[in-house]
């Protein structure tokens, strides 16, 4: 039995987006598999991003909900999303960031994983092509991503007796999963952006209460070349690895 539209949410954390989410919505409104309901989480933007969220909500192919989450952070955004999502009926979630382009058949895939059993869905993240990344951009950051998950993989944080599968790599932006494993595995953590990768902190916590977690190399969205760009390869990579730069300036971490 398929899953009720009403019963696929979609989680959107957005702060101070209004230049940029316009087209995240766009992309969700062209996908093939229009069946499921938007949750966007506004984390206190001060510009129109409110403003735009609701004048595509007028005339969207699904329903739109608006959310406040006042204290600063993707994850926590993400969190207050997501348990919005359970409480009011949902039992399939997923999430991509404001910035970001889901490809066309990003919930229907993301539904056809969930669907076998799976868990938690784990996407690809690709650069952005309105954006006209360089070769070095299409290619060689993408490659130093996978290398670090390699290295991931093998840290003492990332291993142990105490998880069920193996660590793979997992975009904040592009994740699916079932809101039962959701509230098992304790969800997603309410840190500061500067604080830790919570998309990690959530595959971690999802790997200690299952086994049934893919890595969906066709689970495809586009995201920002933006961070990349403002700060350079070094520091951006240094950043994922455990915030081992962060700027000197705390409103420099979202980078607009």
Request: proline fraction near 5%; hydrophobic fraction near 40%.
């Given at each position: 039995?398929?899953?009720?539209?009403?019963?696929?949410?979609?989680?959107?954390?957005?702060?101070?987006?209004?230049?940029?989410?316009?087209?995240?919505?766009?992309?969700?409104?062209?996908?093939?598999?229009?069946?499921?309901?938007?949750?966007?989480?506004?984390?206190?933007?001060?510009?129109?991003?409110?403003?735009?969220?609701?004048?595509?909500?007028?005339?969207?192919?699904?329903?739109?909900?608006?959310?406040?989450?006042?204290?600063?952070?993707?994850?926590?955004?993400?969190?207050?999303?997501?348990?919005?999502?359970?409480?009011?009926?949902?039992?399939?979630?997923?999430?991509?960031?404001?910035?970001?382009?889901?490809?066309?058949?990003?919930?229907?895939?993301?539904?056809?994983?969930?669907?076998?059993?799976?868990?938690?869905?784990?996407?690809?993240?690709?650069?952005?092509?309105?954006?006209?990344?360089?070769?070095?951009?299409?290619?060689?950051f993408p490659a130093a991503v996978r290398l670090?998950?390699?290295?991931?993989?093998?840290?003492?944080?990332?291993?142990?007796?105490?998880?069920?599968?193996?660590?793979?790599?997992?975009?904040?932006?592009?994740?699916?999963?079932?809101?039962?494993?959701?509230?098992?595995?304790?969800?997603?953590?309410?840190?500061?952006?500067?604080?830790?990768?919570?998309?990690?902190?959530?595959?971690?916590?999802?790997?200690?209460?299952?086994?049934?977690?893919?890595?969906?190399?066709?689970?495809?969205?586009?995201?920002?070349?933006?961070?990349?760009?403002?700060?350079?390869?070094?520091?951006?990579?240094?950043?994922?690895?455990?915030?081992?730069?962060?700027?000197?300036?705390?409103?420099?971490?979202?980078?607009?």
């Open positions: 039995m398929s899953t009720p539209p009403d019963r696929i949410a979609v989680v959107v954390p957005a702060y101070d987006e209004a230049a940029s989410i316009g087209a995240t919505l766009a992309a969700l409104a062209r996908q093939t598999d229009t069946g499921f309901r938007l949750i966007v989480v506004d984390n206190a933007s001060t510009d129109t991003t409110v403003d735009v969220v609701r004048r595509f909500a007028a005339t969207a192919p699904f329903p739109v909900e608006l959310v406040t989450e006042t204290e600063r952070g993707a994850g926590t955004a993400a969190d207050t999303g997501f348990r919005h999502a359970i409480t009011t009926g949902a039992r399939l979630l997923a999430r991509t960031d404001a910035d970001c382009l889901p490809s066309p058949d990003w919930v229907a895939t993301l539904r056809a994983y969930l669907g076998q059993g799976f868990d938690l869905v784990c996407g690809r993240s690709v650069p952005r092509h309105d954006e006209r990344p360089t070769w070095a951009e299409r290619h060689v670090a998950a390699v290295y991931g993989r093998y840290r003492a944080a990332h291993r142990g007796p105490g998880f069920r599968s193996p660590y793979v790599l997992v975009h904040g932006h592009n994740l699916a999963l079932t809101a039962d494993l959701y509230l098992r595995c304790g969800g997603t953590a309410r840190e500061a952006l500067e604080d830790g990768s919570e998309d990690v902190t959530l595959l971690n916590r999802a790997r200690r209460v299952t086994d049934r977690i893919a890595r969906a190399e066709d689970l495809i969205v586009e995201s920002s070349l933006r961070r990349l760009r403002a700060w350079g390869a070094r520091r951006t990579l240094l950043w994922y690895w455990d915030r081992r730069y962060r700027p000197p300036d705390a409103a420099q971490v979202h980078v607009r």
